[in-house]
């Protein structure tokens, strides 16, 4: 194959690595019963060879990077077979996330396809199996369809069709329409749909369509006024989770909560799901201050939230297309109700607003600057937030990989610039699994606010079955 050269917003994330944060999306997956390398090497080889990318280098030059079919490639050098270290004191949970997070400050070989897959076959009662994979391959949507992809019975790629990859990539819309936010032709493209901005996305991509045909006053407005947001957001409240990292990281993660629970709850308090797990974050994240002698009374936190920008039935094309939204947790609140309403509302604030698809235009623009310049323009994301949280949703019914039942599945998202802070919530077969990767100089124990996490959602659960019937109505 042909080099293919690497679109800008991917560039852009392969160029994001600095000394404190490596942009790689690092999982785990725990199955029963014990799994062998041999065979986790022929369903790897057998199903995620069949994507391109996991077969491509990346090559640089002066006017960005290809990808490049690897002539030397091997399977061994990408699935290594690995024994957890056994220090007095220490179980094998401690080890293996010691182990994770290590390999997520372990740079990937330049030289080879950018991902890797280490194999512990003996790990309480199974295996183990540590995922990483270099953001520029794909999002967290994207990497999700293809990790399930290497599942019993998972779905290859379709067939992509000839004129298809012209079509899929960024064209012309992502320079005249993306990269310049407040044309006229942007406006009209935003305004063209109400129910999703991947919608808008996908019309961008044929801009000959758009002309003479919308009400632009509404959307123009709320683009400026979107613009005029992200340029005067203030700098994020000062805590101990926010100040310059050092490199080291530590992760933790919990037992899954039931989802059932967080539907119900969220369904007596006429809220989401998404609120109710927020809300659990923010509290966790609030009593982990003061346990730490703080007062976060009246404190609030930005964390940076993907959005998705395409149709789901298209992550099997990989690459990176979703914004960044900034939340606000109310870290500070105690009260469970009132905290969850406090979430609720600032993620009504949210819908409608076209801040995500201006943050992708940001990531294609830095796509295009030197390294130096493209990290002071992340820089100023990162100053304005103190963590990178990601919420994503997984199968409802357990998997199978090579004959073994997948029981667990963690993931942490990498953090930019000089933020220390990756929250990540995955809901797979009916649970809710929590993951939180820190650097050791803003949060050395990251398992005490894991802790704190249930019983927040324990409180909230027992206020909400204290409220009268028709309050939960």
Known sequence: MAAERMSRVDNAWLRMDNDVNLMMIVGVW????????????????????????????????????????????????????????????????????????????????????LWQFHLIEDYDGGSALIARIHHCIGDGIALISVTLSITD???????????????????????????????????????????????????????KQLFGSLDMARTGYQVVSDVAALAVMP????????????GRKRVAWNEPLPLDTVKTIGKALNCSINDVLLSCVAGAIGQYLRDQGDDPSGKEIRAMVP??????????????????????????????????????????????????LLAFAVLSIAGLMIKPVQDAILNL?????????????????????????????????????????????????????????????LCPKPQLIIDAFEPEFDKLLLLTMMLPWGAQA
């Open 30 to 113: 725990l199955v029963t019963p014990r799994v062998g390398y041999e065979a986790v090497c022929q369903r790897i080889a057998d199903k995620l060879l069949k994507y391109d990318r996991f077969r491509q280098k990346v090559v640089l030059d002066t006017l960005g990077a290809s990808w490049v079919d690897d002539d030397d490639f091997d399977i061994r050098h990408h699935v290594v077979r690995e024994k957890l270290p056994h220090r007095k004191g220490h179980g094998q949970l401690a080890a293996l996330q010691a182990r994770c997070a290590e390999l997520a400050t372990t740079p990937l070989d330049p030289d080879r396809p």
């Open 153 to 207: 019975g998972g779905n290859d790629p379709p067939k992509r069709r000839a004129h298809e990859a012209d079509e899929d990539g960024e064209h012309d819309w992502l320079s005249d329409a993306v990269v310049k936010p407040l044309t006229e032709i942007t406006v009209k493209a935003l305004g063209m749909y109400g129910d999703g901005v991947a919608k808008s996305v996908e019309v961008l991509s044929h801009p």
């Open 235 to 246: 700098d994020d409240s000062a805590t101990r989770l926010k100040g310059k990292p050092i």
């Open 307 to 356: 959005v998705n920008l395409r149709p789901v039935e298209k992550a099997w094309q990989l690459g990176n297309k979703f914004g960044l939204a900034p939340l606000v947790l109310p870290i500070g609140i105690q009260n469970p109700i009132e905290r969850v309403y406090a979430v609720r509302q600032r993620m009504s604030e949210l819908k409608g607003s076209y801040q995500p």
């Open 381 to 441: 994301f990162a100053k304005k937030a103190t963590a990178v949280m990601t919420n994503v949703p997984g199968p409802a019914e357990p998997l199978k990989f090579c004959g073994a039942t997948l029981r667990q599945s963690i993931f942490w998202v990498p953090a930019s610039g000089d933020i220390g802070i990756g929250v990540s919530i995955l809901s797979y077969a009916g649970g809710v699994q929590f993951g939180l990767i820190t650097d050791e100089r």
